[in-house]
């Protein structure tokens, strides 16, 4: 078995997929599932087989990163290494990110403009 995509709801997948790709530089597809709506897939490069693929969902709930009951709390999220973490951050906040007020460790924790959290992570030797 092989890990094909990521999918990540949105109440406007062309925006935030095209924040990712701006975030990441990859390459951006546009499917239409006709009555299953349109995807829109980037991966790194054009015939990558693991994808980010972003779907729209009209009643789209943002998520929190937070211990709040009754709020639609974060169920993923996804962590970028970086080996200028400043610089990337402050590059995510200029593409709409923001600053989540839960930090820990020595990453950033940002939220994309549908509400999903992101950590930037300093790249490790492993």
């Not at 109440?11 to 599932?33: G, M, T």
């Not at 990337?88 to 930090?103: C, F, M, N, P, Y």
Request: proline fraction near 3%.
């Amino acid at each position: 078995m092989k890990l094909s995509s990521v999918v990540i709801d949105s109440n406007n997948a062309d925006k935030l997929s095209e924040f990712y790709k701006q975030l990441l530089n990859w390459d951006k597809k546009v499917y239409d599932h006709g009555e299953n709506g349109i995807w829109v897939s980037l991966s790194k490069k054009a015939d990558s087989t693991t994808r980010l693929v972003f779907q729209q969902v009209d009643n789209y709930t943002k998520p929190t990163w937070s211990k709040e009951a009754n709020r639609m709390n974060q169920k993923i999220h996804l962590d970028f290494y970086s080996d200028d973490v400043e610089k990337d951050v402050k590059r995510a906040i200029g593409l709409g990110a923001t600053l989540s007020e839960t930090q820990t460790g020595d990453w950033i924790v940002l939220v994309d403009p549908a509400g999903h959290p992101f950590c930037i992570v300093p790249t490790r030797k492993r």
